[in-house]
């Protein structure tokens, strides 16, 4: 299974700023996604990152909000931009291989204050 | 879209006892089902998947077991033990290329009882 790096692992922001959240795989995949957790609560698909290609975001997620980087196929950042307390989160991605099943990161705990 | 259904959402048992947790998906298109573990803190681990070309699938002291017909899937656990304490998550996933978008449940805290 893939082994992913994620950091930084918690921040406390002002609001009106932004945080960039990165992941390095151990191997090369082709899509990496992004979720939110809030605490208590499930996993929420915020988009999936093709390498050389735009992100795709689900219902709810804008590219000006959550700008996505992949500049190839064992990296990506999460940008989460101009914060707001609502934005306080856990932010983890998610990389794999069909055959083998996707493993997570080890997550962002964001505060925004 | 996908719409995976979990439930309990809370499950205490005695040690040693089994649980099942139950989910339900709506999109017959899904194929691959796994389930996640997750302690407190921690990032959610993969425990077990399985595939819409089986019924059943174990590894030791955990099962899971797929009706397509009804779309619903179940994990059981043998013979708890108090690590087995932790939120499990199940998620149903549709092929997508080459990758899964995974849409989880609500979760299920389950809490093994010494």
């Known amino acids: 299974s893939a082994v992913i790096s994620q950091k930084p692992s918690r921040d406390i922001c002002q609001r009106g700023t932004s945080l960039t959240i990165q992941c390095q795989v151990d191997s090369q995949v082709t899509m990496m996604f992004w979720y939110r957790q809030q605490p208590g609560q499930s996993l929420t698909l915020i988009a999936t990152a093709n390498q050389g290609s735009e992100a795709t975001y689900e219902s709810g997620f804008v590219i000006d909000k959550f700008p996505i980087s992949r500049p190839n196929l064992t990296f990506s950042t999460l940008t989460v931009s101009n914060m707001s307390p609502e934005d306080s989160s856990i932010y983890l991605c998610?990389?794999?291989?069909?055959?083998?099943?996707?493993?997570f990161g080890s997550g962002t705990r964001l505060t925004v204050v | 879209g996908e719409n995976v259904e979990q439930h309990p959402s809370t499950l205490s048992v005695q040690e040693g006892d089994s649980a099942v947790i139950k989910c339900t998906y709506s999109d017959s298109a899904s194929n691959y089902f796994p389930w996640y573990k997750q302690e407190l803190g921690k990032r959610p681990q993969l425990i077990i998947d399985?595939?819409?070309?089986?019924g059943e699938k174990k590894d030791q002291r955990i099962a899971v077991t797929l009706n397509k017909t009804a779309k619903h899937f179940s994990l059981h656990i043998t013979e708890t033990q108090p690590e087995d304490s932790a939120v499990y998550f199940c998620?149903?996933?549709?092929?997508?290329?080459?990758?899964?978008?995974?849409?989880f449940g609500s979760g299920t805290q389950l809490t093994v009882l010494p």
């Open positions: 998620a149903a996933s549709i092929s997508s290329g080459s990758a899964r978008q995974l849409t």
């Open positions: 998610s990389a794999g291989q069909l055959q083998y099943g996707y493993t």
């Open positions: 399985i595939r819409s070309n089986v």
